[in-house]
Structures are given as C-alpha cells and as structure tokens.
Antibody, heavy 118, light 106 residues
Framework: QVQLVQSGSELKKPGASVKVSCKAS????????MNWVRQAPGQGLEWMGW????????TYAQGFTGRFVFSLDTSVSTAYLQISSLKAEDTAVYYC???????????WGQGTLVTVSS | DIQMTQSPSSLSASVGDRVTITCRAS??????LNWYQQKPGKAPKLLIY???SLQSGVPSRFSGSGSGTDFTLTISSLQPEDFATYYC????????FGQGTKLEIK
C-alpha cells in the first residue's frame, strides 16, 4: 500500500536550518510528483510547491522562494524539504503529498512539526 | 494567481442534515477543483477530484459539482465522523487551497 513517512518533529532556533524527509513506499517513486503543504498552528493549508521526481525540477509557490528548497534522493525514494534562516513564523506542520496529476494530492504524509523558538 | 474563497467559514449542523459548502475561484479553473477533509491532528484526505469524481473508498454521501468558478461540496446525510474541516483546492494552475470550512456539531 502507498505510504509516505515523514521525519520526526524538530525544534530549531531562529536562523538555523532544518531538513524534513518524506520516504515513499508502495509505488514507483519516479512516477508521481511530490508536493509540499504548510499548515501553521490553527490555520489553513498553504500549498508550497512541487518537485518532479522524474527530472528533479522544483516549482515554488509565491512566498516560498529563496529559503525553501525541495530535493530528492531517488535511490531511497525520498523527498526532502529544507528551510534555511528559520523564523518564528515558519513554525508549522509540513506535509508531503503524492501528486498523480497536476497538483491533485492523493496520498499524504503524516506531517512534520517544525517549531522555531529561541 | 488564482484565489480560492470558501463559504461559509464555519457551519453548525446535526447528524442526518444535508450540508453544502461553496468554493469560488477568482478566475476559471475549468474542472480542476478538488475537495479534502481534515480532522484535528491528522493529514488531509482527498474526497473529490476533478470537481465531481469521488475518490476510491469515500462514502457516496459525499458529492461535488460545478465548473469554471463556482463549485459545491454536498454531504447528503451527515454522519458523526464527518465533523471536520473541509478545503477546496484548485489544480488548474498552482495548487492553492481555500481557507477552509469548519463543520461542527450543532
């Protein structure tokens, strides 16, 4: 069965970096794109962008350029989200989600809570 | 960018009620409109894709309709497990979500 398993919660200080992983299983990793979605505490879902698992080409939504980087290691069927120069407002749950067709999100990871606090 | 607006933002209803949630796009998204359900502390779950197609395993009391800029999600007879937050999402250009509709027990 399709599973996306994300890395565990992180507590970081402002200015630090964090790398969240999303390991896929139960399907051919390079057949489906991967999207990332942010949810700040008590808030709605924000689409961050997506990465082609075929080409490795990322696309970032407005507001997620510069400090946010999507990457892949196809040898271990894993997608990554790296956030640099962390700010308190980056505190959120970050989800990866499988994309079979143009930003349709059919399977989701369990989410990774990133807390940024001094 | 295309903006998605849901109404209402919150809704109180009783078990057995018929409920409709509306989603409006700032410009046409054709039928590239999806609906998700999220329960507290859990990841979102895909309910409806392409405006009206029911995702596998989703109960038939859920239905979607619309095209262009105006869409609806209908739950024909609310069950206790349906109390959650619902999001629309356009997949026409980006993957932007609406702000969500919280469905609460009356």
């Amino acid at each position: 069965q399709v599973q996306l398993v994300q890395s565990g919660s992180e507590l970081k200080k402002p200015g630090a970096s964090v790398k969240v992983s999303c390991k896929a299983s139960g399907y051919t990793f390079t057949t489906y794109a991967m999207n990332w979605v942010r949810q700040a505490p008590g808030q709605g879902l924000e689409w961050m962008g997506w990465i082609s698992t075929n080409t490795g080409n990322p696309t970032y939504a407005q507001g997620f350029t510069g400090r946010f980087v999507f990457s892949l290691d196809t040898s271990v069927s894993t997608a990554y989200l790296q956030i640099s120069s962390l700010k308190a407002e980056d505190t959120a749950v970050y989800y990866c989600a499988r994309d079979p067709n143009s930003r349709l999100l059919d399977y989701w990871g369990q989410g990774t809570l990133v807390t940024v606090s001094s | 960018d295309i903006q998605m607006t849901q109404s209402p933002s919150s809704l109180s209803a009783s078990v057995g009620d018929r409920v409709t949630i509306t989603c409006r796009a700032s410009q046409s998204v054709s039928s590239y409109l999806n609906w998700y359900q999220q329960k507290p502390g859990k990841a979102p779950k895909l309910l409806i894709y392409a405006a009206s197609s029911l995702q596998s395993g989703v109960p038939s009391r859920f239905s979607g309709s619309g095209s262009g800029t105006d869409f609806t999600l209908t739950i024909s007879s609310l069950q206790p497990e349906d109390f959650a937050t619902y999001y629309c999402q356009q997949s026409y250009s980006t993957g932007a979500f609406g702000q969500g509709t919280k469905l609460e027990i009356k």
